[in-house]
């Protein structure tokens, strides 16, 4: 939502088209980003957005935006705190991935996009551990809040996200609305995981229509197995 920002007088503005330049994302990426105040603008009295420089610049020293691809968190450091927590035997190496059969591709088809949003780096890793079989089937990338899923989807929408409801800050509710809001949803599949019940998610503000819902506890091979009958719907169409 656009808001008042005390400026000083010489205080750089940028129209959101030289937002989006400088950020190397689309011109409705800026805008789904103000909505979601990720990045805060002002008015003109004509009604047009103004962004302060110095708020595009923080963005994109914060998350090495500028045209080059979001970093995705690394697979050393999960790892290293799934270790730490004390779940080795059930997180390290190939050995302890499910025994699946890998999915047949077509060499020249188009890898389907997954990002997954979750904040516990430990289910992460599980869940690219019970992914793995559809490997290259989908390329699987991370978020760990509704936050960081906003930036990375207004760089590269996904073909399908996966998103937990209850994340630190803004959570899977709310970016689920700013997409509606947006109408950027309608590029995707989504598939929410929440312990939410009903009537609790309808005092939220309720999901957008097409989302599908999962009730936790699921473990990331009920997920998977919902993930490979999207991929076979995928082939079938």
Not at 163 to 177: H, K, Q, S
Request: with cysteine; proline share 7%.
């Amino acid at each position: 939502m656009s808001q008042v920002i005390p400026l000083g007088p010489g205080a750089r503005m940028l129209t959101t088209r030289e937002a989006a330049q400088r950020l190397g994302v689309s011109l409705r990426t800026v805008q789904l980003w103000v909505e979601a105040d990720i990045l805060p603008a002002a008015r003109t009295p004509g009604g047009h957005r103004r962004i302060p420089h110095n708020a595009v610049e923080a963005l994109a020293l914060s998350t090495g935006l500028g045209g080059e691809p979001l970093a995705r968190s690394t697979r050393f450091d999960k790892r290293q705190l799934a270790k730490a927590s004390g779940e080795v035997d059930v997180l390290d190496d190939e050995a302890s991935a499910p025994a699946h059969r890998a999915v047949t591709v077509n060499p020249s088809a188009r890898p389907r996009d997954v990002l997954l949003v979750a904040d516990n780096p430990i289910w992460q890793v599980r869940c690219e551990q019970a992914l793995a079989p559809f490997l290259p089937t989908i390329e699987l990338r991370f978020a760990e809040t509704g936050y960081l899923a906003l930036l990375q989807i207004g760089q590269k929408a996904p073909d399908l996200l996966i998103t937990n409801l209850e994340l630190p800050g803004m959570d899977g509710v709310a970016m689920l609305r700013t997409l509606e809001r947006c109408e950027s949803i309608s590029s995707m599949r989504v598939l929410a995981l929440s312990h939410l019940d009903e009537a609790e998610l309808k005092r939220r503000g309720g999901l957008p229509a097409c989302v599908e819902l999962m009730h936790l506890p699921v473990s990331p091979e009920g997920v998977a197995v919902r993930v490979g009958r999207w991929l076979l719907h995928q082939r079938v169409s």
